[in-house]
Protein backbone atom coordinates (compact mmCIF):
# COMPACT_ATOMS: atom_id res chain seq x y z
CA UNK A 1 0.00 0.00 0.00
CA UNK A 2 1.19 3.55 -0.63
CA UNK A 3 2.28 5.80 2.04
CA UNK A 4 -0.80 8.30 3.45
CA UNK A 5 0.67 11.42 2.85
CA UNK A 6 0.02 14.24 5.97
CA UNK A 7 0.54 17.43 4.76
CA UNK A 8 -2.88 18.49 3.97
CA UNK A 9 -5.10 16.07 6.29
CA UNK A 10 -7.19 18.22 8.88
CA UNK A 11 -6.80 17.96 12.41
CA UNK A 12 -9.05 15.19 12.54
CA UNK A 13 -8.07 13.54 9.68
CA UNK A 14 -4.44 13.47 11.10
CA UNK A 15 -5.87 12.03 14.55
CA UNK A 16 -7.84 9.05 12.28
CA UNK A 17 -4.80 8.15 10.78
CA UNK A 18 -2.90 7.91 14.49
CA UNK A 19 -5.68 6.08 15.28
CA UNK A 20 -5.72 3.34 12.22
CA UNK A 21 -2.12 2.72 13.04
CA UNK A 22 -3.73 1.90 17.08
CA UNK A 23 -1.71 5.53 18.96
CA UNK A 24 -3.73 8.06 20.89
CA UNK A 25 -4.78 11.19 19.71
CA UNK A 26 -2.17 13.17 21.79
CA UNK A 27 0.26 11.64 19.24
CA UNK A 28 -1.59 13.57 16.36
CA UNK A 29 -1.05 16.74 18.60
CA UNK A 30 2.55 15.83 18.99
CA UNK A 31 3.11 15.13 15.32
CA UNK A 32 1.26 18.46 14.06
CA UNK A 33 3.27 20.55 16.06
CA UNK A 34 6.50 18.59 14.49
CA UNK A 35 5.39 19.04 10.82
CA UNK A 36 2.90 22.53 10.72
CA UNK A 37 5.21 24.32 13.98
CA UNK A 38 8.47 23.38 13.20
CA UNK A 39 8.62 22.52 9.45
CA UNK A 40 10.01 18.62 10.32
CA UNK A 41 10.03 16.15 7.14
CA UNK A 42 12.05 13.63 8.89
CA UNK A 43 9.91 11.03 11.60
CA UNK A 44 13.90 10.28 12.64
CA UNK A 45 13.89 13.45 14.43
CA UNK A 46 10.99 14.24 16.03
CA UNK A 47 12.69 13.50 19.50
CA UNK A 48 9.72 13.43 21.86
CA UNK A 49 8.46 10.21 20.32
CA UNK A 50 9.97 6.69 20.72
CA UNK A 51 12.09 5.35 18.46
CA UNK A 52 9.70 2.95 17.46
CA UNK A 53 7.03 5.27 16.96
CA UNK A 54 9.15 6.97 14.78
CA UNK A 55 10.00 3.67 12.67
CA UNK A 56 6.63 3.09 12.29
CA UNK A 57 5.27 6.33 11.49
CA UNK A 58 8.03 6.69 8.52
CA UNK A 59 6.75 3.39 7.34
CA UNK A 60 3.04 4.14 6.95
CA UNK A 61 3.57 8.02 6.25
CA UNK A 62 5.26 11.06 4.26
CA UNK A 63 5.58 14.81 4.70
CA UNK A 64 6.65 16.21 1.34
CA UNK A 65 7.64 19.27 -0.09
CA UNK A 66 7.00 20.23 -4.11
CA UNK A 67 10.24 19.48 -6.30
CA UNK A 68 11.36 23.19 -7.16
CA UNK A 69 11.46 22.48 -10.88
CA UNK A 70 13.34 26.28 -11.02
CA UNK A 71 13.37 29.18 -8.61
CA UNK A 72 14.38 32.58 -9.86
CA UNK A 73 14.69 35.83 -8.10
CA UNK A 74 13.61 39.53 -8.91
CA UNK A 75 16.27 42.83 -8.67
CA UNK A 76 13.59 43.89 -6.20
CA UNK A 77 13.97 40.91 -4.47
CA UNK A 78 10.23 38.88 -5.28
CA UNK A 79 10.98 35.19 -5.63
CA UNK A 80 9.03 32.88 -7.87
CA UNK A 81 9.37 28.95 -7.43
CA UNK A 82 7.80 26.89 -10.10
CA UNK A 83 6.99 23.50 -8.03
CA UNK A 84 6.34 20.48 -9.73
CA UNK A 85 3.38 17.93 -7.71
CA UNK A 86 4.17 13.84 -7.75
CA UNK A 87 2.02 13.76 -11.26
CA UNK A 88 4.17 15.85 -13.04
CA UNK A 89 1.90 19.26 -13.03
CA UNK A 90 3.59 22.13 -12.23
CA UNK A 91 2.19 25.74 -10.54
CA UNK A 92 3.89 28.63 -9.67
CA UNK A 93 4.06 30.21 -6.26
CA UNK A 94 5.65 34.01 -5.43
CA UNK A 95 6.84 35.60 -2.14
CA UNK A 96 6.71 39.35 -2.71
CA UNK A 97 8.96 40.70 0.68
CA UNK A 98 8.36 44.10 2.15
CA UNK A 99 10.93 45.63 4.80
CA UNK A 100 9.50 43.97 7.62
CA UNK A 101 7.27 41.48 6.44
CA UNK A 102 6.14 39.78 3.11
CA UNK A 103 3.26 38.31 1.43
CA UNK A 104 3.63 34.82 -0.43
CA UNK A 105 1.00 34.49 -3.13
CA UNK A 106 -0.56 30.93 -3.14
CA UNK A 107 -2.12 28.94 -6.72
CA UNK A 108 -5.20 27.38 -6.06
CA UNK A 109 -5.51 24.69 -10.01
CA UNK A 110 -3.29 24.18 -12.53
CA UNK A 111 -4.03 27.03 -15.34
CA UNK A 112 -7.58 28.34 -14.86
CA UNK A 113 -11.22 27.58 -16.28
CA UNK A 114 -12.11 31.70 -15.90
CA UNK A 115 -10.11 32.56 -18.83
CA UNK A 116 -10.09 36.45 -18.19
CA UNK A 117 -8.88 38.08 -21.59
CA UNK A 118 -5.94 40.02 -19.78
CA UNK A 119 -4.58 36.75 -17.62
CA UNK A 120 -1.54 34.98 -18.54
CA UNK A 121 -2.65 31.85 -16.35
CA UNK A 122 -6.48 32.54 -18.15
CA UNK A 123 -4.62 31.58 -21.64
CA UNK A 124 -3.59 28.43 -20.00
CA UNK A 125 -6.72 25.71 -19.98
CA UNK A 126 -7.48 24.70 -16.69
CA UNK A 127 -5.57 20.88 -16.15
CA UNK A 128 -6.50 20.25 -12.33
CA UNK A 129 -7.61 21.70 -8.90
CA UNK A 130 -4.82 21.44 -6.21
CA UNK A 131 -5.48 19.42 -3.34
CA UNK A 132 -5.32 21.25 0.23
CA UNK A 133 -1.82 19.64 0.81
CA UNK A 134 -0.10 20.88 -2.78
CA UNK A 135 -1.53 24.70 -1.16
CA UNK A 136 -0.37 24.02 1.82
CA UNK A 137 3.15 22.72 0.92
CA UNK A 138 3.75 26.05 -1.17
CA UNK A 139 3.85 28.16 1.57
CA UNK A 140 5.94 25.67 3.75
CA UNK A 141 8.35 24.72 0.97
CA UNK A 142 8.49 28.83 0.84
CA UNK A 143 9.54 28.92 4.27
CA UNK A 144 11.95 26.38 4.27
CA UNK A 145 13.71 28.87 1.66
CA UNK A 146 14.03 31.57 4.03
CA UNK A 147 14.53 29.17 7.30
CA UNK A 148 11.53 30.22 8.91
CA UNK A 149 11.23 26.83 11.32
CA UNK A 150 9.92 26.91 14.18
CA UNK A 151 6.73 29.34 13.47
CA UNK A 152 8.07 33.06 14.97
CA UNK A 153 5.09 33.92 17.54
CA UNK A 154 5.86 37.36 17.15
CA UNK A 155 4.89 39.65 14.70
CA UNK A 156 8.30 40.01 12.98
CA UNK A 157 8.08 37.12 10.43
CA UNK A 158 9.33 37.07 6.86
CA UNK A 159 6.54 35.41 5.45
CA UNK A 160 3.88 37.23 7.72
CA UNK A 161 1.18 36.88 4.88
CA UNK A 162 -0.97 34.62 2.50
CA UNK A 163 -2.59 36.30 -0.85
CA UNK A 164 -4.65 33.68 -2.52
CA UNK A 165 -3.77 35.55 -6.12
CA UNK A 166 -1.52 33.00 -7.63
CA UNK A 167 -2.70 30.72 -10.61
CA UNK A 168 -6.28 29.99 -10.49
CA UNK A 169 -9.84 30.69 -8.91
CA UNK A 170 -9.84 29.50 -5.65
CA UNK A 171 -13.43 29.86 -5.90
CA UNK A 172 -13.62 27.10 -7.82
CA UNK A 173 -11.75 24.58 -5.67
CA UNK A 174 -13.61 25.90 -2.71
CA UNK A 175 -13.44 22.82 -0.55
CA UNK A 176 -9.80 22.12 -0.95
CA UNK A 177 -8.55 26.15 -0.69
CA UNK A 178 -10.48 26.24 2.46
CA UNK A 179 -9.37 23.59 3.96
CA UNK A 180 -5.45 24.54 3.17
CA UNK A 181 -6.54 28.05 4.84
CA UNK A 182 -7.43 26.58 8.03
CA UNK A 183 -4.76 24.39 8.56
CA UNK A 184 -2.17 27.56 7.26
CA UNK A 185 -3.86 29.82 10.10
CA UNK A 186 -4.02 26.87 12.82
CA UNK A 187 -2.62 28.68 15.85
CA UNK A 188 -1.11 24.91 16.92
CA UNK A 189 1.17 25.27 13.72
CA UNK A 190 1.86 28.05 11.40
CA UNK A 191 -0.27 30.20 12.20
CA UNK A 192 -1.08 32.90 9.76
CA UNK A 193 -4.05 34.59 11.25
CA UNK A 194 -7.23 35.07 9.16
CA UNK A 195 -6.53 38.88 9.29
CA UNK A 196 -3.31 38.48 7.07
CA UNK A 197 -4.46 36.06 4.01
CA UNK A 198 -6.52 37.49 1.36
CA UNK A 199 -8.33 35.41 -0.96
CA UNK A 200 -9.23 36.92 -4.05
CA UNK A 201 -11.70 35.68 -6.78
CA UNK A 202 -13.31 36.70 -10.14
CA UNK A 203 -16.38 37.00 -8.34
CA UNK A 204 -18.28 33.41 -8.30
CA UNK A 205 -21.23 34.91 -6.64
CA UNK A 206 -22.66 32.46 -4.67
CA UNK A 207 -19.50 31.09 -3.35
CA UNK A 208 -18.87 34.68 -1.67
CA UNK A 209 -20.33 34.36 1.81
CA UNK A 210 -19.33 31.24 2.51
CA UNK A 211 -15.85 33.01 2.81
CA UNK A 212 -17.02 34.87 5.51
CA UNK A 213 -19.01 31.55 7.04
CA UNK A 214 -16.48 29.42 6.92
CA UNK A 215 -12.84 31.19 6.61
CA UNK A 216 -13.52 34.51 7.99
CA UNK A 217 -10.44 35.83 5.72
CA UNK A 218 -10.01 39.53 3.76
CA UNK A 219 -12.04 39.41 0.42
CA UNK A 220 -10.58 41.08 -2.98
CA UNK A 221 -13.03 41.10 -6.06
CA UNK A 222 -11.51 41.56 -9.07
CA UNK A 223 -13.76 43.82 -10.80
CA UNK A 224 -11.72 45.42 -12.76
CA UNK A 225 -15.19 47.32 -14.93
CA UNK A 226 -17.44 49.62 -13.35
CA UNK A 227 -20.68 48.12 -15.54
CA UNK A 228 -21.70 44.33 -17.22
CA UNK A 229 -21.04 45.58 -20.25
CA UNK A 230 -17.39 46.25 -20.22
CA UNK A 231 -16.52 43.90 -17.43
CA UNK A 232 -18.23 40.88 -19.73
CA UNK A 233 -15.00 41.87 -22.89
CA UNK A 234 -12.59 41.13 -20.81
CA UNK A 235 -14.15 38.68 -18.00
CA UNK A 236 -16.42 36.33 -19.84
CA UNK A 237 -17.52 35.10 -16.00
CA UNK A 238 -19.19 38.07 -15.71
CA UNK A 239 -22.37 36.56 -17.62
CA UNK A 240 -22.75 34.02 -15.51
CA UNK A 241 -22.34 36.51 -12.47
CA UNK A 242 -22.82 39.94 -13.27
CA UNK A 243 -21.55 42.66 -11.26
CA UNK A 244 -25.06 43.15 -9.70
CA UNK A 245 -25.05 39.70 -7.80
CA UNK A 246 -21.25 40.05 -6.50
CA UNK A 247 -22.27 43.04 -5.13
CA UNK A 248 -25.15 41.62 -3.51
CA UNK A 249 -22.71 38.37 -2.57
CA UNK A 250 -20.23 41.37 -0.75
CA UNK A 251 -22.48 43.01 1.00
CA UNK A 252 -23.60 39.47 2.74
CA UNK A 253 -20.09 38.86 3.24
CA UNK A 254 -19.37 42.12 4.41
CA UNK A 255 -22.85 41.60 7.26
CA UNK A 256 -21.57 38.29 8.46
CA UNK A 257 -18.16 39.44 8.85
CA UNK A 258 -17.24 41.92 12.11
CA UNK A 259 -18.04 45.71 11.24
CA UNK A 260 -15.52 47.53 9.49
CA UNK A 261 -14.41 44.93 7.71
CA UNK A 262 -13.78 46.23 4.17
CA UNK A 263 -13.97 44.44 0.95
CA UNK A 264 -10.97 45.59 -1.62
CA UNK A 265 -11.87 45.93 -5.32
CA UNK A 266 -9.01 45.27 -7.61
CA UNK A 267 -9.20 47.25 -10.88
CA UNK A 268 -6.98 46.79 -13.54
CA UNK A 269 -5.73 49.39 -15.49
CA UNK A 270 -5.91 48.98 -19.08
CA UNK A 271 -5.26 51.83 -21.63
CA UNK A 272 -8.48 53.66 -23.31
CA UNK A 273 -10.90 50.50 -22.15
CA UNK A 274 -11.58 51.04 -18.93
CA UNK A 275 -9.31 53.97 -17.23
CA UNK A 276 -11.57 57.34 -17.92
CA UNK A 277 -12.34 59.59 -15.81
CA UNK A 278 -16.10 59.21 -16.44
CA UNK A 279 -15.04 55.29 -15.33
CA UNK A 280 -13.94 56.41 -12.29
CA UNK A 281 -17.23 58.40 -11.52
CA UNK A 282 -19.16 54.97 -12.43
CA UNK A 283 -17.08 53.15 -10.07
CA UNK A 284 -17.78 55.56 -7.04
CA UNK A 285 -21.62 55.80 -8.17
CA UNK A 286 -21.32 51.27 -7.94
CA UNK A 287 -20.05 51.24 -4.12
CA UNK A 288 -22.67 54.47 -3.20
CA UNK A 289 -25.60 52.11 -4.68
CA UNK A 290 -25.00 48.99 -2.65
CA UNK A 291 -23.43 51.02 0.65
CA UNK A 292 -20.31 49.32 0.60
CA UNK A 293 -17.25 49.56 2.84
CA UNK A 294 -14.86 49.22 -0.09
CA UNK A 295 -11.40 49.96 -0.47
CA UNK A 296 -9.58 50.18 -4.49
CA UNK A 297 -6.46 48.40 -5.48
CA UNK A 298 -5.43 49.88 -8.82
CA UNK A 299 -3.42 47.71 -10.19
CA UNK A 300 -1.03 48.78 -13.38
CA UNK A 301 -1.38 46.29 -16.44
CA UNK A 302 1.50 43.58 -16.17
CA UNK A 303 2.08 42.51 -19.72
CA UNK A 304 2.84 38.99 -20.92
CA UNK A 305 4.38 37.83 -24.18
CA UNK A 306 1.39 37.99 -26.93
CA UNK A 307 -1.11 39.86 -24.54
CA UNK A 308 -3.83 42.14 -26.36
CA UNK A 309 -3.68 44.95 -23.87
CA UNK A 310 -1.87 47.90 -22.84
CA UNK A 311 -0.87 49.40 -19.68
CA UNK A 312 -2.97 53.24 -18.73
CA UNK A 313 -0.47 56.00 -18.30
CA UNK A 314 1.17 56.89 -14.86
CA UNK A 315 -1.23 60.44 -15.35
CA UNK A 316 -4.54 58.39 -15.93
CA UNK A 317 -4.12 56.07 -12.92
CA UNK A 318 -3.07 59.22 -10.82
CA UNK A 319 -6.30 60.37 -11.92
CA UNK A 320 -8.21 57.85 -11.75
CA UNK A 321 -6.97 57.21 -8.14
CA UNK A 322 -7.71 60.73 -7.20
CA UNK A 323 -11.09 60.74 -7.80
CA UNK A 324 -12.02 57.77 -6.27
CA UNK A 325 -10.10 58.94 -3.21
CA UNK A 326 -12.28 62.46 -3.61
CA UNK A 327 -15.04 60.29 -3.01
CA UNK A 328 -14.00 58.90 0.41
CA UNK A 329 -12.82 55.16 -1.18
CA UNK A 330 -8.63 54.59 -0.42
CA UNK A 331 -7.31 53.53 -3.83
CA UNK A 332 -3.55 53.08 -3.51
CA UNK A 333 -1.57 52.38 -7.14
CA UNK A 334 -0.02 49.05 -6.41
CA UNK A 335 3.43 48.58 -7.13
CA UNK A 336 4.16 45.97 -9.76
CA UNK A 337 7.30 43.57 -8.22
CA UNK A 338 8.83 40.81 -9.93
CA UNK A 339 7.91 41.82 -12.85
CA UNK A 340 11.38 40.69 -14.53
CA UNK A 341 10.59 37.80 -13.82
CA UNK A 342 7.34 37.44 -14.87
CA UNK A 343 5.94 37.10 -11.33
CA UNK A 344 4.02 39.70 -11.12
CA UNK A 345 -0.30 39.77 -10.78
CA UNK A 346 -1.10 38.10 -13.87
CA UNK A 347 1.53 36.80 -15.20
CA UNK A 348 2.06 33.65 -13.95
CA UNK A 349 1.46 30.43 -15.88
CA UNK A 350 3.65 26.99 -16.41
CA UNK A 351 3.04 25.45 -19.73
CA UNK A 352 4.28 26.94 -22.76
CA UNK A 353 1.36 26.18 -25.02
N1 LIG B 1 -8.33 34.14 -9.91
C1 LIG B 1 -8.32 35.08 -8.88
C2 LIG B 1 -7.00 35.21 -8.17
C3 LIG B 1 -5.76 35.22 -9.03
S1 LIG B 1 -5.44 36.59 -10.08
C4 LIG B 1 -8.79 36.43 -9.37
O1 LIG B 1 -8.88 36.60 -10.58
O2 LIG B 1 -9.09 37.29 -8.55
C5 LIG B 1 -4.85 37.89 -8.98
C6 LIG B 1 -5.10 39.29 -9.53
O3 LIG B 1 -4.28 39.58 -10.67
C7 LIG B 1 -6.53 39.47 -9.99
O4 LIG B 1 -7.06 40.68 -9.55
C8 LIG B 1 -6.36 39.47 -11.49
O5 LIG B 1 -7.45 40.08 -12.13
C9 LIG B 1 -5.07 40.21 -11.64
N2 LIG B 1 -4.45 40.09 -12.96
C10 LIG B 1 -4.65 39.14 -13.90
N3 LIG B 1 -3.90 39.39 -15.00
C11 LIG B 1 -3.20 40.52 -14.74
C12 LIG B 1 -2.22 41.26 -15.48
N4 LIG B 1 -1.81 40.88 -16.67
N5 LIG B 1 -1.72 42.37 -14.89
C13 LIG B 1 -2.09 42.73 -13.65
N6 LIG B 1 -2.98 42.06 -12.91
C14 LIG B 1 -3.54 40.97 -13.45
FE1 LIG C 1 -8.30 32.97 -13.62
FE2 LIG C 1 -7.93 35.06 -11.97
FE3 LIG C 1 -6.53 34.84 -14.25
FE4 LIG C 1 -9.11 35.40 -14.36
S1 LIG C 1 -7.51 36.69 -13.45
S2 LIG C 1 -8.04 33.89 -15.64
S3 LIG C 1 -9.89 34.20 -12.66
S4 LIG C 1 -6.41 33.47 -12.50
Known amino acids: MPKTELIGLSKEELTAQIARIGEKPFRAKQLWQWIYFRGETDFAKMSNLSKELRQKLAAEFTISRPKIAAEQISADKTRKWLFEFADGERIETVYIPEEDRGAVCLSTQVGCAVGCKFCH ?3 QKISRNLTAGEIVSQFMATRDAYGEWP ?3 NETRFLSNIVVMGMGEPLHN ?3 VFKALKILSDGDGIAISKRKITLSTSGIAPA ?3 VAL ?9 LHAPNNAKRSQIMPINNRYPIEEIMAACQEYQRLMNPGRYVTFEYLMLKDFNDSEDDARALTALMR ?3 LGAKFNLIPFNPWPGCPYQPSSHNRVHAFSQILEAAGYEAPIRVARGQDIL ?3 GQLKSKKN
Not at 214 to 222: D, P
Open 208 to 210: IPR
Open 289 to 291: QYK
Open 343 to 345: AAC
Open 174 to 176: IDN
Open 121 to 123: TGS
Open 151 to 153: SPT
Open 214 to 222: ELGCKLAIS
